[in-house]
């Protein structure tokens, strides 16, 4: 089971920024497609961004096109999520995952990581 950890997260006023990292432990992520998930109170867990092994194909929710990048540096073994131009929606529990196809969807994701919390409020 591949092992990940997701830091980065904290408060942030609206239009601000923040850069998550997804670092593998024990693995090496460039097999892995990386998907990026939130999930806020009350509501269901929802796909953000993912990335392929290759890094060649990006997916996007609609809700953070133009505002989220998702890239990965294999040399460090970490992937990361740009954040831009926040919203106080974006507020949520952020996670990123591993699996073999990069998609919005959670069931193309075995692995998990804990989570990091992002709050945008003024």
């Known amino acids: 089971q591949v092992q990940l950890v997701e830091s980065g997260g904290g408060l942030v006023q609206p239009g601000g920024s923040l850069r998550l990292s997804c670092a593998a432990s024990g693995f090496t992520l460039d097999y892995y497609s990386i998907g990026w998930f939130r999930q806020a109170p009350g509501k269901e867990r929802e796909g953000v961004s993912s990335i392929s092994i290759s890094g060649s194909s990006t997916y996007y929710a609609d809700s953070v096109k133009g505002r989220f990048t998702i890239s990965r540096d294999n040399a460090k073994n970490t992937v990361y999520l740009q954040m831009n131009s926040l919203k106080p929606e974006d507020t949520a529990v952020y996670y990123c995952?591993?699996?073999?196809?990069?998609?919005?969807?959670?069931?193309?994701?075995?692995?998990w990581g804990q989570g990091t919390q992002v709050t945008v409020s003024s």
């Open positions: 995952a591993a699996g073999l196809i990069a998609s919005l969807r959670r069931t193309s994701f075995g692995s």
